[in-house]
């Protein structure tokens, strides 16, 4: 009897030894809406840089920020040609959207827009402002956030909103606080080396 339950308790702790030891695969970078103002005035300029528009001299408002990532799948394989569509408010909290009817200003010098690919390890990386928050309705306000498409043949689509380390209108933001504190985590970029860089992974699943 003795010797039964031994055996029995040395096959679970193999079991589990077996769980714990291996890849710890990851849930995917959990969704959101894609919101009201996803561009839709055609736009040349789609490059990495937010911070400036080809053709003008003039460099957007705001604090500029460096946010930088890798793509990984389900595995931690990082993934490379990765379509990686982001759109955000300016730093008035302005979307250049024909739909935003806000009064905060355009800042004609913001790009507002880029579409760009993970290259090498899945990286990726692109300059551009904080955005402001806007408000919602007559007493919320949205807090900063960036929005992303992310696509690539053969994984399922994310379509997700990046948000700011710490930022005090996060606990007051409908959409962040339906999220598990373990959500919004995944969700929130890292400060990473001066205050004006961040760390935004994601990760995507493959069909
Ligand atoms: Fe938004």
Redesign the pocket.
């Known amino acids: 009897m003795k010797r039964r339950v031994f055996i029995k308790g040395s096959v679970l702790g193999t079991v589990a030894s077996v769980i714990t030891g291996s890849v710890q695969a990851k849930m995917p970078t959990p969704a959101e809406v894609e919101?009201p103002?996803y561009p839709i005035t055609p736009q040349k300029d789609q490059d990495a840089d937010l911070t400036r528009v080809a053709g003008k001299n003039g460099v957007a408002q705001g604090e500029i920020i460096e946010v930088s990532g890798q793509v990984f799948d389900t595995d931690l394989n990082p993934v490379e040609g990765v379509t990686i569509d982001l759109w955000?408010?300016n730093t008035f909290g302005k979307?250049h959207h024909p739909h935003d009817t806000s009064s905060a200003p355009v800042d004609e010098n913001f790009q507002a827009w880029a579409i760009i690919q993970s290259g090498s390890q899945g990286r990726f990386k692109f300059k551009t402002v904080v955005p402001g928050a806007?408000p919602l309705g007559s007493n919320q306000q949205?807090t900063p956030?960036i929005?992303f498409k992310i696509g690539k043949n053969g994984y399922v689509p994310l379509l997700t909103?990046m948000y700011f380390p710490n930022h005090p209108l996060n606990k007051q933001d409908g959409l962040f606080k339906r999220k598990s504190a373990e959500e919004q985590a995944r969700m929130t970029a890292k400060v990473a080396g001066n205050g004006n860089q961040y760390q935004y992974d994601i990760i995507i699943e493959k069909l």
Do not use: D, I, L, V
């Open positions: 919101g103002f955000q408010a979307y806007y949205r956030h929005h909103q």
